[in-house]
């Protein structure tokens, strides 16, 4: 009998409060995740794991390493066609990035059951490499890894298209949250999980709880962004909103509860489409916020306290995002490099 997987959730609002897929020990696992992750990190682990036992068809305790190999191999697979590729990297099958999560997702399950205990499993059968199935940990560490994620640079939004975008946004609300994201590189999450006490209006600043990891941080933020935010306190947020969340729905039966990750993206879309842009992520504008910054003389590691990173290696990525960095630090060089040839020469 093939194993299937139903992901069910349970809402209470907008508030995700359970996940379930149906079997004693996936559901075991989610609670698990859901009492320590953030809720989109736990929505995107239960979706992975569903994809994951959709496409195997066993109970977790009957999956080994050639079953995890099958599904690398399904995921790569032609999606439309073998003659179908993305532009960016020529693949056929999904990013190498979608995998590598999903492949993360399936290795932290049987992590988790085979410390449990409760499957029978001794080994995680997820390997970290061609390697990794080597008695030396040694040689696991230098195996050829499963998924080779490409390092690229993400796209940067011109002035132009940032002032098209701020005057096709038709709300303060709206124009307040991209703001958020392109003059304080708030994320997504962090823009969403605002509440009216994290606003310090005047020391300029903002509390940041809802971050990535879980990890807070106050943050600094343009007086132009406070002055689009109190016009949309004054003058469109529901006196009556029961939510202490900064960014609440502002028409239709949910009017004054707060906004969601698909309400956001639907403002970003919309905006786009009405000014003639392509379609830019959330991502994108705190990435064109920091590359800014950084072009203007910001240091790396105020950039990195600004952003919330966990290591100062995320945030080097903006130096080669920031136009010029690379060419005045070779034309530094070489200047030295043709100084010390004249003085030999002389």
């Not at 070779?330 to 030295?336: H, K, M, Q, T, V």
Request: aromatic share 6%; charged share 20%.
């Amino acid at each position: 009998m093939t194993f299937t997987a139903q992901l069910v959730r349970s809402m209470q609002g907008s508030e995700l409060q359970s996940l379930r897929l149906g079997d004693p020990l996936l559901d075991e696992y989610l609670a698990f995740v859901g009492a320590r992750a953030r809720s989109n990190t736990w929505l995107a682990i239960a979706f992975d794991l569903k994809v994951f036992f959709s496409v195997v068809g066993k109970p977790p305790a009957d999956v080994r390493t050639p079953d995890v190999l099958r599904f690398l191999t399904s995921q790569r697979s032609p999606r439309h066609g073998s003659t179908v590729v993305r532009l960016a990297d020529g693949e056929a099958g999904l990013a190498a990035r979608t995998i590598a999560r999903r492949l993360s997702s399936i290795r932290g399950l049987f992590d988790y059951l085979a410390v449990h205990g409760d499957a029978g499993l001794r080994v995680n059968p997820v390997p970290h490499g061609l390697g990794a199935r080597q008695p030396s940990i040694a040689r696991a560490r230098r195996g050829v890894p499963l998924i080779r994620t490409p390092r690229t640079l993400p796209r940067v939004v011109s002035p132009t298209d940032v002032d098209a975008l701020l005057a096709a946004l038709r709300t303060r609300r709206d124009q307040a949250m991209v703001e958020a994201m392109l003059l304080g590189g708030l994320r997504r999450c962090e823009v969403l999980g605002l509440c009216m006490t994290d606003v310090n209006i005047g020391e300029r600043r903002l509390f940041i709880t809802e971050s990535k990891g879980g990890r807070q941080r106050i943050v600094p933020i343009s007086s132009r962004f406070f002055g689009t935010l109190g016009a949309y306190i004054d003058q469109e947020r529901p006196p009556a909103s029961a939510t202490e969340r900064l960014f609440v729905v502002l028409k239709g039966p949910r009017r004054g509860q707060p906004l969601s990750a698909a309400g956001l993206d639907e403002v970003l879309e919309g905006a786009c489409a009405r000014a003639g842009l392509p379609h830019l992520s959330c991502h994108q504008l705190r990435h064109t916020c920091f590359t800014r910054l950084r072009e203007a003389g910001m240091a790396l590691e105020a950039i990195q306290a600004q952003a919330g990173h966990a290591s100062i290696e995320s945030t080097c990525i903006y130096l080669h995002l920031a136009n010029g960095w690379l060419a005045g630090e070779y034309r530094r060089a070489f200047e030295a490099i043709d100084a010390q040839a004249v003085a030999v020469l002389q």
